[in-house]
């Protein structure tokens, strides 16, 4: 048996068990996919990540959750480029530009004034499509009713790097009643059966925060709900420039707030800025480390 090191970070909180956990493993580079998915799977994460040496770019990282690999994990990337810079694996770099199977994705580390790190991810440029689904069957799968949708906006799979159904939520209050049945999410979903369910809305408990959300995740990942998303929350930025103030001129820097109703509160910071046909969407968090895992590897 072979034990592997993982180390367990939270990211968008400087709290340690607050904000989002993943899993980064340093030496993805001498294990095999099968390897990657079996710590993901033990660890029991949203998601594990794996830097790993790069053709093309100065690192690339893989995602895996507990079921398969991803494309993107927002989350993933601030607890891993935190994991390099604070281990001093990254040296004095502030730019680098990372490997996924979204593309290649530029990376900035900035530190504040106490010497704490930011990192600032770009994302993929923001894609809709429609949802015509039933926005009945919908509510009810993550327990709610119709009613407590938000009827003057629509509802629409949206992405930065991985697709996600984007639900307008009219009252901060319908968030507590949520109870996701994640089963039910690709019959509800047929022009995507694989994406998650991302409700928002425009209430918040911080009066610092623009949005508010929870991500519900879809059932082939083995996981039911992500805490702070931070993928999700760069293409709410974008539909919020798109439908909901599209009038702006200087770039839109929103706060989204999540993870309240699950007692693991976290903030994604989201800019966006308009280039000549779309969107240019960054998002900017910090991770704080937890602790040493060890998983023994069964093959």
Same mark, same amino acid.
């Given at each position: 048996?072979?034990?592997?090191?993982?180390?367990?970070?939270?990211?968008?909180?400087?709290?340690?068990?607050?904000?989002?956990?993943?899993?980064?493993?340093?030496?993805?580079?001498?294990?095999?996919?099968?390897?990657?998915?079996?710590?993901?799977?033990?660890?029991?994460?949203?998601?594990?990540?794996?830097?790993?040496?790069?053709?093309?770019?100065?690192?690339?990282?893989?995602?895996?959750?507990?079921?398969?690999?991803?494309?993107?994990?927002?989350? $993933?990337?601030?607890?891993?480029?935190?994991?390099?810079?604070?281990?001093?694996?990254?040296?004095?770099?502030?730019?680098?530009?990372?490997?996924?199977?979204?593309?290649?994705?530029?990376?900035?580390?900035?530190?504040?004034?106490?010497?704490?790190?930011?990192?600032?991810?770009?994302? $993929?440029? #923001?894609?809709?499509?429609?949802?015509?689904?039933?926005?009945?069957?919908?509510?009810?799968?993550?327990?709610?009713?119709?009613?407590?949708?938000?009827?003057?906006? #629509?509802?629409?799979?949206?992405?930065?790097?991985?697709?996600?159904?984007?639900?307008?939520?009219?009252?901060?209050?319908?968030?507590?009643?949520?109870? #996701?049945?994640?089963?039910?999410?690709?019959?509800?979903?047929?022009?995507?059966?694989?994406?998650?369910?991302? #409700?928002?809305?425009?209430?918040?408990?911080?009066?610092?925060?623009?949005?508010? $959300?929870?991500?519900?995740?879809?059932?082939?990942?083995?996981?039911?709900?992500?805490?702070?998303?931070?993928?999700?929350?760069?293409?709410?930025?974008?539909?919020?420039?798109?439908?909901?103030?599209?009038?702006?001129?200087?770039?839109?820097?929103?706060?989204?707030?999540?993870?309240?109703?699950?007692?693991?509160?976290?903030?994604?910071?989201?800019?966006?800025?308009?280039?000549?046909?779309?969107?240019?969407?960054?998002?900017?968090?910090?991770?704080?480390?937890?602790?040493?895992?060890?998983?023994?590897?069964?093959?």
């Amino acid at each position: 048996m072979k034990s592997i090191k993982v180390y367990h970070y939270d990211a968008f909180s400087k709290e340690p068990d607050q904000g989002n956990p993943a899993g980064v493993v340093l030496n993805g580079d001498e294990l095999t996919d099968a390897e990657m998915q079996e710590i993901a799977f033990k660890v029991g994460f949203n998601e594990t990540a794996f830097p790993v040496k790069s053709d093309v770019a100065d690192l690339r990282i893989r995602f895996f959750t507990p079921g398969h690999e991803m494309n993107l994990c927002g989350h $993933a990337t601030m607890a891993t480029v935190y994991a390099l810079k604070s281990k001093g694996l990254l040296g004095d770099k502030t730019k680098l530009t990372i490997e996924t199977n979204a593309g290649i994705l530029p990376i900035k580390i900035n530190t504040s004034v106490n010497s704490e790190l930011f990192i600032t991810m770009k994302q $993929a440029s #923001p894609q809709f499509k429609e949802f015509a689904g039933s926005k009945e069957d919908l509510a009810n799968s993550i327990g709610i009713n119709e009613t407590d949708l938000h009827a003057d906006l #629509p509802i629409l799979y949206g992405s930065t790097g991985i697709w996600t159904l984007l639900l307008p939520i009219k009252r901060l209050s319908a968030f507590k009643k949520m109870e #996701p049945n994640n089963k039910q999410f690709p019959e509800n979903l047929k022009e995507m059966p694989k994406s998650s369910v991302h #409700p928002f809305c425009l209430e918040t408990y911080d009066s610092n925060a623009d949005m508010h $959300a929870r991500h519900f995740s879809s059932p082939y990942s083995g996981t039911i709900e992500d805490v702070v998303t931070g993928t999700a929350s760069g293409v709410m930025g974008a539909y919020y420039a798109k439908y909901i103030n599209n009038n702006f001129k200087e770039p839109l820097n929103l706060i989204v707030e999540q993870g309240h109703e699950i007692g693991k509160k976290g903030q994604v910071r989201v800019q966006v800025s308009k280039n000549e046909d779309n969107y240019d969407v960054e998002i900017t968090g910090n991770a704080v480390y937890v602790k040493e895992l060890d998983v023994l590897l069964e093959n």
